[in-house]
Structures are given as structure tokens and as C-alpha cells.
């Protein structure tokens, strides 16, 4: 019907103009988005924004696990050996760099260091079950952050950005690629026994869709109906729930039609329905009571807080298998290898999670997805070579800890095309900053999207005007080549 046709329907319904330019506008979408999902259309876009989509090239990776080590591990006790520190305990290093406090003479790592594998790559014994892995862990002990504070840095590790709201490196992975399973969340962040600082900025989705962020898991908790909350509706049965979706579903519909499909609201559909698909399949993907005794035993599963991260590695594998396309395994929640106060700290953390990060990444070989998974472990920076200064109300008579260190630091690789048994880069003799082959940490997010097959210069979303990237708006981003098999 056109406007100048004088049909009695048309008379008394007279458009206001700001009617015609909706309208208008609704009608250009719609012939777009007709053309979109047209079957012959080359460009053709899913409704679905979880549906699979393809990278921009051949990539090595298909799926991500950040180890998370909350908090700033320190790698001269870790994966960075430095024996001129042990003939310096106690002595004033040279060239003292300013971190978040004051810090004074060398402090020997407690740890002794061992060379692994073929490769001969040192580690500590921290680190005896990672260590079997040596020929296949990559690892980078040049890395650079902004600042020496928590906060700041957990922003840039995760979210490449210390400062503004931005979109989590997992949300950008789902973005790019979406899930292979859409009956559970493409990105899951596991953390016991509460959250890590900055809490759920940590995996947002910020200005990207909110079907692209992190869902949080508590693997404290032993049981699938409470790691996952409401998983099973007391009330209702399946039948009952899809109805009474449904209906909920047609009025969402069309309050959308009348708000021009706001991608919010589009996203509490789609959660409405991931959550009604996910009370068969979480109720599967979580419960590892399933898995045999000798899963059990390889990963270190026991009952409590203790056990905690080994439920997570195990609970990463069944979730990896199933295609979920990003997962973060958090240490704990708060920060907990912010050792100020004692290096030996380190150890117990070391006891629960190495066993498990050893046992996943054979129970990833064993299943042949460890080539195609890229696994990553760190934290937001690492810790001073020298001691830190006791301070009024903080380590007052302590004299063994370590303080934040961002200048410096190692983070390492496995799986996903990188070089097995490799070191990349160094810090100075003491270990306190790089000096041979510096990664920012947007180095590091450049080369994790070439590995899953896009170039971070390119790989955009437009939002206010600008097209965002998870690397920033310079150019000074690089991917570390040399790292990649």
C-alpha cells in the first residue's frame, strides 16, 4: 500500500513523523537483514550470535584455558631461575626499580630448579607435575605490564585495557568464533570459594553483546545443582518449562519488535532459552562422579576447599570435549598468591594446583584435543627479586615476601601451535625486569588471536562511532611469531 493511496484503512490511521522515519528505518532493516539470510547470500549472518562462525584464516587453535594464578606468582621461583639472586641473598641489588612498595635486599627463591625433558627447560619444584610437560610448554619470561597493582593489571590480563570498560578476551573469542555447543555458555570462568578482585569485570562482555560474557562457576561447591544455581526447577517439568517459555518468549518478541531489537534484550531471550537447554546438558558436563576412579586419582580429586581446583581442571576437560570454546580457572577467590609476607607461601598453592594442570593436560593428549586447545597459565604480573620492606599495618615483621612486579615477569604456553620446550625472551641476571625480547601483554593477546585465526589489526567491533579492538587503537601491538610452531 502505498501513501498516496486513499483506502478508509489508511485515513484514520495517520503516521506522526517521527512514525514514518521509524518505519522507515524498520523497512531498510528488514530488507537487510532479508538479504543477510537469504540461503544463496555468501554473507549470510546467524541469529544465533553463539552459531559457529569461521576465522579469518587457517587457525592452530580452536578453544582457550587461561590458568589464572590470581594474584602475581613469581616466576624466580617458578619458571625463571636465577642463581646471581642466591649469591646476592641478603645483599642490596643493583638498579632497584620502583614497585608498589618498598622493597630492599635480594631474597634467594627457597625453590630449587631442575632442567626437564629434551628441551632441558628449568623448572622449579613447585612444579614437578607441570614439569613432565617440559617439551610441550612454551615459555615466555619477558613479559611487560603497565603498573604494579592489582586492579590495573587483572583489567589489561584480561580485558587488554588497565583503565576503561572494555570487552574480556574471552567475550572476543565468542565474538569471533562462537560456541560449538549451544546448549552451554561459550565462556565459563571457574573460581572456588568466591570471586577474584574486580570480580565479574574480569570476564565481561562490556559494549560486545551480552551473550559474549564470561558465566561464573563456584567449584567449591561438589554437587551440579549448586555449581550451577537453578539448574533444576522444583516446581516445573520439562514440558511445564517449555510452554511457559514459550509464552515468555512471544511477549519478549514483541516487546523487541517495538524497541527496534535492542541487543539486550535479545540477549536475556537467548539466556532464557541457554538456561532451559542447559538443565540436561550441565546436569552431564558437571557431574564428574561419572568419570572412573584412575580420572579421579590422576587429577587429585579430593572431598573440600582443597580439592577445589582439581574438580575445575577435571570439570575443564568434560567442558572442552563438549565445545565450549573459552574457559578461565581461577586459583581462588581475592588474590591468592600475593605473597608479601612469605615466599613460602607458594607452596601449598603450588601442591593443589599442580597435579591438576599436569593430569588435564594428559587427559588432553590422551583424548587428542591438546593440539588444537591452547592452554595458558599466569597471573597479572610477578613478583620483586628483592624483599619486601615490612610497613606499618601491612607485613610488619615479616621478611620474607615479595612484592608486585610489573616490569617483569613469565607467563607460559602449551598446546594451540606454539613451541614445545621453548623460552622466549629473559629478564636481567636478578629477574627484575626485561630485557631480551620484552611481550607486553597486548603482545601476548595479538599472538593468542593469531592462533585461533585472526589478525588483532582487523578483528574489530564498531561501537560509538570506532572500531574497537582487543589490542587498542594504536599499532604498536605485535604477534610474537617466534613462539608459534
Known amino acids: 500500500m502505498s501513501l498516496h493511496d486513499h483506502s ?75 642463581p646471581m639472586l642466591t649469591k646476592h641473598d641478603g645483599k642490596m641489588l643493583p638498579n632497584l626499580l620502583k614497585t608498589e612498595r618498598p622493597t630492599g635486599a635480594g631474597l634467594a627463591s627457597p625453590f630449587k630448579f631442575q632442567k626437564y625433558g629434551k628441551s632441558g627447560l628449568e623448572i622449579s619444584e613447585l612444579f614437578t607435575n607441570v614439569a613432565q610437560h617440559s617439551d610441550d610448554i612454551c615459555v615466555i619470561r619477558s613479559m611487560q605490564a603497565d603498573v604494579p597493582n592489582h586492579e590495573p593489571s587483572l583489567g589489561l590480563m584480561n580485558c587488554g585495557e588497565s583503565r576503561l570498560h572494555r570487552p574480556s578476551l574471552g567475550s572476543w573469542v565468542n565474538y569471533g568464533l562462537g560456541s560449538e555447543n549451544q546448549n552451554l555458555p561459550g565462556y565459563i570462568a571457574m573460581c572456588p570459594g568466591g570471586m577474584p578482585i574486580r570480580r565479574t569485570k574480569n570476564w565481561q562482555s ?47 518478541e514483541a516487546h523487541l519488535a517495538a524497541r527496534q531489537h535492542d541487543q539486550q534484550l535479545e540477549a536475556r531471550v537467548q539466556s532464557y532459552e541457554l538456561a532451559y537447554r542447559m538443565q540436561v546438558e550441565a546436569s552431564d558436563a558437571f557431574d564428574i562422579t561419572k568419570e572412573p576412579q584412575w580420572v579421579h586419582e590422576m587429577y587429585g580429586i579430593k572431598a573440600g576447599n582443597d580439592g577445589a581446583f582439581a574438580r575445575q581442571c577435571l570439570i575443564a576437560r568434560r567442558l572442552l570435549e563438549r565445545g565450549v570454546r573459552f574457559l578461565q580457572l581461577w586459583t581462588g577467590d581475592g588474590q591468592p598468591w600475593d605473597d608479601h609476607d612469605e615466599i613460602l607461601g607458594h607452596k601449598p598453592l603450588a601442591e593443589r594446583t599442580d597435579k591438576p594442570i599436569a593430569a588435564l593436560m594428559t587427559d588432553l593428549k590422551m583424548r587428542g584435543l591438546f593440539d588444537e586447545t591452547l592452554i595458558m597459565w599466569g597471573g597479572e604480573f610477578g613478583r620483586t627479586p628483592a624483599v619486601e620492606l615490612p610497613t606499618p599495618g601491612s607485613n610488619a615483621g615479616k621478611q620474607r615476601g615479595r612484592d608486585h612486579n610489573h616490569y ?9 601451535g606454539v613451541k614445545g620446550g621453548h623460552v622466549h625472551g629473559a629478564t636481567d641476571e636478578f629477574g627484575f625486569a626485561a630485557v631480551e625480547n620484552p611481550v607486553h601483554v597486548r603482545d601476548l593477546h595479538a599472538t593468542i588471536l593469531a592462533l585461533l585465526g585472526f589478525d588483532h589489526s582487523t578483528f574489530t567491533y564498531r561501537y560509538a562511532g570506532l572500531d574497537y579492538r582487543l589490542t587498542g587503537v594504536t599499532d604498536e601491538a605485535k604477534v610474537i611469531r617466534d613462539i608459534i610452531a
Open 8 to 82: 478508509p484503512s489508511l485515513e484514520h490511521h495517520f503516521l506522526t513523523r517521527r512514525q514514518l522515519l521509524n518505519r522507515v528505518g524498520m523497512g531498510f532493516g528488514s530488507l537487510a537483514l532479508g538479504n543477510l539470510l537469504a540461503p544463496n547470500s555468501a554473507q549470510a549472518a546467524p541469529l544465533n550470535p553463539l552459531a559457529v562462525r569461521s576465522s579469518q584464516f587457517a587457525p592452530k587453535a580452536k578453544r582457550v584455558v587461561h590458568l589464572f594464578m590470581n594474584g602475581g606468582p613469581s616466576h624466580v621461583d617458578t619458571f625463571d631461575p636465577k
Open 206 to 252: 562490556a559494549f560486545l553483546p551480552s551473550a559474549y560474557q564470561g558465566t561464573y562457576i563456584n567449584t567449591n561447591h561438589e554437587t551440579v545443582d549448586k555449581l550451577v544455581e537453578f539448574i533444576k526447577n522444583p516446581t516445573l517439568d520439562r514440558t511445564q518449562q517449555r510452554r511457559q517459555l514459550d509464552l515468555l518468549t512471544e511477549l519478549n
Open 408 to 416: 617483569g615477569f613469565t607467563t607460559w604456553l602449551a598446546g594451540g
